[in-house]
């Protein structure tokens, strides 16, 4: 068990482009978060599975966001035609129901 | 919405001085775990702690879910412990997290 890993570490793209973030948890970790931090600002929520299921989503994520967790194992974060404002790290964090939850080393995205 | 608030949003300590990191809450807590984020922005997981008190090391943590709060000791201080400390609830769905205490340790 490697912890929960998140690729590509780094991603500068151009705005107007799309691009695509993967999250692979904690084996056997049934529940996967998705989190956006701005510089000096505490982690907020994004999305929440259970297994494959979507079961939360916030207000913050535009239409222009999407995620998915096709087999309840990895999971996918896509933001398309980005914008400035879209810079910032993405976390993905998995844990059982009951217990701690464990982050990946994040993806930081520059939009330029 | 569920409130959490930390203090202090500072801390700048000499290396060896002890410290206590506090996190409010507005609600009941299913789970409430302390985190360190490294420079690098990785989130390290502390302390899994919805009730109690829990020691790891020169780190101790305890919440007191009726009181709704939850304090970090930090012993003996090094350099390594500087980062943002935060504190996080999960009451179902999502973590909410506060604000987080900028530690700064000087040699």
């Known amino acids: 068990d490697t912890g929960v890993s998140q690729n590509p570490r780094h991603k500068i793209t151009k705005r107007g482009q799309n691009v695509t973030f993967r999250c692979d948890p904690i084996?056997?970790?049934?529940?996967l978060y998705w989190y956006r931090q701005t510089l000096g600002q505490g982690p907020e929520f994004l999305t929440y599975?259970?297994?494959?299921?979507?079961?939360?989503k916030s207000r913050l994520l535009s239409d222009r966001f999407s995620a998915e967790r096709p087999k309840g194992s990895f999971s996918t974060l896509e933001i398309q035609r980005t914008e400035q404002g879209d810079s910032a790290m993405y976390l993905c964090?998995?844990?059982?129901?009951?217990?701690?939850?464990?982050f990946g080393q994040g993806t930081r995205l520059t939009v330029v | 919405g569920i409130q959490v608030e930390q203090s202090p949003p500072d801390l700048i300590l000499q290396e060896g001085a002890n410290s206590t990191l506090r996190c409010n809450f507005s609600?009941?807590?299913?789970?409430l775990q302390w985190f360190h984020q490294n420079p690098w922005g990785q989130l390290i997981n502390l302390f899994y702690i919805p009730s109690g008190t829990k020691q790891n090391g020169r780190l101790s943590a305890t919440t007191v879910a009726t009181e709704r709060y939850s304090l970090l000791y930090i012993s003996s201080s090094q350099t390594t412990d500087s980062g943002v400390y935060f504190c996080a609830l999960n009451t179902g769905n999502q973590f909410y997290f506060g604000t987080g205490t900028s530690l700064t340790v000087i040699p």
């Open positions: 084996s056997e970790h049934n529940r």
């Open positions: 609600d009941s807590v299913n789970n």
């Open positions: 964090a998995s844990s059982h129901p009951t217990g701690a939850a464990f």
């Open positions: 599975f259970q297994n494959e299921a979507q079961l939360e």
